[in-house]
């Protein structure tokens, strides 16, 4: 996920970057001896802590698993966590201390798009593995001028992979042909899974009868909701977070927007239940990483797994992705055969087929790992699969 206010910030972490240029050999684990020091820089406190803390629980019971099966290699993982705290200045100064004072191997995080490109120029430099569970936007792992990110990598697909996923289940699933979008209009996340739902719709015959924006932190959007209904559309794509999302759909069914309404990965959060209402949600659906009731007993091992350490709450796809990214860090390290950072940076470039429980997974020339994506309901509050849409 895209979160806006990491641009002004970014300029900043190039200076920053800067001062650690003569970090710039391929490095080994300075912890030594026993253990691997990785660093996490998530949003555990501010907008999107529930992303952040989601991933946290995933990250504390693969790092758990591995280090009662003996480590890597014989090593335990040793977490040095820092609170972003949902900004990326923060994250900056985090990968700053963690590559600079705590000397990890690499790094799992951010949650969100911006507070990870925060990272990027400081993982390059110092040569740090940045691995990213949750960060959607292309330009994570490739800048927008094209180059490559060599350290950085991702666990979650791409926004326009969500997009065209989200498109081709409203016209081909639901059947309809005028729709309407209602995107943030500051949020790169945002623009840029309208952008890939809106071609894959039209592409597909279908009409945008409104597009229509709102900016983060908005409490009232019934003016442009109403605007949105009398277009009459027959489903409304919402690309958002949950903050603002969760009101948006209560208003909407307040105003007699009755209609079917998607998102993509930024709604998934209880706090969205809280927003909206369970009531509201129903006939809403959301394109996800993964699903808590599909058979596949990798998955639900994972469930059980999770269920019994967090006393009987099922996982969403951000403890997914947090369990999953600690597994791909693992085995490229185990590929690797060291803790040179260069090599592991190799391994994971070349991780092909590995079995996740967020989907089997091969690293494409962009670091972006090839995978499927699950379509989920929302009935009564509860999140239900629908299906799994293969790349």
Known sequence: MMKK??????MASALLAGVLAGCSAPKENAAGGNTIKVGVNLELSGGVASYGESLKKGIDIAVAEINKKGGVDGKKLDLVEVDNKSEAAEATNGAVKLTS???VTAIIGAATSGD????TQIANDTKTVLLTPSGTSPNVTVTDKGKLNDYVFRTSFIDPFQGTVAANFAAKELKVKNVAIFADS????????????KETF???GG?????????AKDTDFRATLTRIKSKNPEFVFIPGYYEEVGLIIKQARELGLSVPFMGADGWDSPKLVELAGADALNNTFITNHYSSEDPDKKIQDFVSTFKEKYNGEAPNAFNALGYDTVYLLADAIKRAGSTDTAKIKDALAKTKDLSLVTGVVTIDKNHNPVKSATVLEYKDGKQVFNTKVNP
Request: glycine share 2%.
């Open 116 to 119: 990870t490109v925060a990272q």
């Open 202 to 204: 039209e592409k597909e």
């Open 207 to 215: 009409k945008i009868v409104a597009e229509e924006a709102y900016v």
């Open 5 to 10: 206010k990491w641009a002004k910030t970014f």
């Open 101 to 103: 004072q705590d000397k």
């Open 186 to 197: 500051a949020s790169d996340y945002a623009k840029g899974l309208a952008a890939s739902f």
